[in-house]
């Protein structure tokens, strides 16, 4: 009897599972695509994602757990209902994955219990249908929960498998068990401890250098002029004109360079430091180098300003009244270095949780999880994020309140969290604490070695893919002045406008389900599938195709690579006016964006917006045009404009790119070049294939280049692309090694995300769920 | 208890018929003369169902209470500290609840009493509208209008903006 009643209650069970809405990094990204129509997870009754934790019964950890989101994680599963699962998707919920990094939970298993793995970075979406057709299966086969259901004793049901233990029940060991003592590869040049690297060795020609042009000379003479001696352009640069200034005026300086110069350097670009303590000849160099990069529009021109900094926790000016974006990027310079800011009026941590230890850039901190405790679900519980109360003060008796918009919320678009100080509907007041996604990309940079990192640089911004491993290419080769075949160049851009095109198909198609219209979401994803196949037959990755290599790509374009291409721009023009048919002209798409989130001109290039965002506001500005890189100069492409920046514009301009884009790859294909596809600078680069089987001396390169990575010659560069979400750059530093001395990754959305404060001011929630949607933001973009 | 089945039968039908009333009365054209109301208590269904509109009620609670006690008794309950806290965003909550309500909230509150007050006079007019005649359509007609007017005007003054529209700027586009 009992065992009748086991089964029709399983069988309820298992066929109509409740997943929660819960997602936190890339594999969400694929879990999600397994709901639309070409895997469509209805089909085994589980297409319902519930929003709350109250209404679900599974919980598909989908990504990556961090140690601040944790505490989020363990309190949303203890919210849900009774019985429930955990599926574990992907390498990072699994172990912890490719980032062994200070802020990542090695496996999530050490504060959940796990009923199902499932495999990959990320799992395919057919990966998530079998995991889920998996845990239908040990429900059936093995749950037995009559007696439970009636208060009786015995039977079983939901996840019994027990929260492991590190050292006990599990090894954070992502090489598995009985490696004990033996070091990860890789280990032997991770800072401090530079045990030598046979790179000191190599011999390598000296990093490119630029010669500087009339603009540069122009602006050397000027700042010569008035400031005299606490300037000094550097002599060598291998991009842009680079100078040193004494760090008590520097304010001053950028102050000129703002305000009086000419041009006028209206964009802080970047705002970063270096910890220069582990330098293979560090009596070269101070403690800390402060860095910042601005940006003139017209003429277009970057430079790099550096501030030499002295001591073990030094201190120097704040510039945020200079800047209004310079106040996070201070706040990230503390939390990540120690350096502390004068004069900045609320200079605490920005990524790392409150209370975390030490500062993660610094050259002393340990890089790897693994070289710390194991998070352990005590941590989870006595970790919090800050509380709502810190960021406003609440007021008891008066109209107002403090509401937490994430950092899990369907509106966010991923784990980050919004503040705000609330009047009935109203938005009075915005924080936001970002860091719930800090992979440590930065600090990971500087062990993986140059051709390694590249799949990282994938995953910084998971939804545009090949377009975000574009500008660190860039940076690398301009170092070492690698020359790139012009096929490589057009294969790059067709790949860039391919991911631009992926992304803005994802974008419009949630922005679009965030106001309330579900269906353009299942077709645009049918189009964003169709790029993924083209991508997946090119590179031979989905999200992540890590095919770019500095000096070119990774391999040749396979026969028939035109066909599919092809096809896909026969028909996309056509759905993309009808997509815009559907939410452009819709009425309640209209009421819902038209004047909603007005962004000014100023204060979006005050902010360091960029990309569509910046573009809406009525700058004509784009990298590809304006300061242009790769093949994109000899491309014929129209830069989309607007003058009145609402999230109505901002939606439309994405689609007119996308149709841009459709011009430029149909160039590439009319284009393509023959010739090779990586450079013939064995020195640098992983040799072509053939080149490989054939000859000793292209064996021993590919052999050294892959295997400890190719010597890069000491310098510094800067590049940035144009991505799908804004500008993307990377700040490559090198000390003469195989890997990097120090990577900075310039996020687009984390300078336009900053413009919410502003724009939300006055806006009701109902506008605010548009406004961050047609913004336009990964939380990985942001915290990095 | 057959006494009680022929009740709710008798209620059903009035309900039938007062339902096909409304229907005929909707229909357009020449033909639509009113179906004749034949039981004296069509529309009322106090005087000859108080005990089958009890047993409604009754029957309603009993199968509340059965779906409540099962759904309270069958299955396994666990309780811990996060499961009794409030759900916001997986963040322990800010505040506490009871807020003071901002007025435009209590505005709508307001607004929709009103209208759906008014709403009960218009139903049982239209439930009587060929006995009351040409008079009492007209008389309608000038108290639907005048409501159509109070909304317009709360409109226009902005009582049904839940933001006092300050993020708009109307009419671009």
New interface residues.
Partial sequence: MSRAVDSVINWARATSLWPMYFGLSCCFVEEITAWTPRYDIARFGAEVLRLSPRQADLLIISGTVFKKVAPVVLRLYEQMAEPKWVISMGSCANTGGMYDVYSVVQGVNQILPVDVYIPGCPPRPEAVLHGLTRLQEKIQSEERPSARVFHMAGGSQGTVSPVLVDGETKTRDTRGPGMNGIPVRGSSVTPPDFNGTRAQFMWTPPAAQITPGAVENEITSQLVRRFGDAVAPAEKSADMLTIDVDPSRAPEVLRFFKFESSPRFLRLEDYTAVDQSARQNPEDYPDFTLVYHLLAFDPAVRVRIRAALYGRYPETQSIHELWENAGWYEREIYDMFGIRFSGHPDLRRLLMPEGWQGHPLRKSYPGRATEMPAYTIEDARNLQPRAGEQFYRVDEDGESYVLNIGPHHTGTHGIIRYIAKMEGETITGLDMDIGYHHRGAEKIGERQHWIQYIPYTDRVDYLVGAANEFPYVLAVEKIAGIRVPERAEYIRVLFAELSRIANHMAYMGITANDVGALTPNFYAFRDREMIMDIVEMISGGRLHPAFFRPGGVAADLPEGWKEPVEAFLRVFPKRLGEYEKITLKNPVFRARTVDVGLMEKHDAMDLGVTGPNLRSTGVNWDLRKNMPYSVYGSLDFDVPTDTVSDCWTRFRLRAEECRQSVRIIRQVIDQMPGGRYISADYRYVVPERQDMLKDIESLIHHFINVSRGPKIPRGEAYAATENPRGEQGYYVVSDGLGFAYRVRIRASSFTNIQAFAKICKGATIADFIAIIGAHDYTPADIDR | MINLIKRVELLTNCADMALQNMAQLMRPGPGGSMFPVNHTYALSSWTPGVVSFLAFIFAVFLMMAVLMILTG??????V????L?P??????????TP???????FLVAVFFLIFDVEGAFIFSWALAVKALGAKAMVQMTFFIFVLLMGLVYIWFKGGLA???G?????G??
């Fill in positions: 008794f069958l299955g396994e309950k666990r811990n500290e996060n499961k806290r759900y916001e965003s997986g963040i322990i909550p800010t505040g506490s807020i003071r309500y901002p007025v435009p909230f839940l933001s006092g300050k993020n708009k700027r109307a671009r586009r």
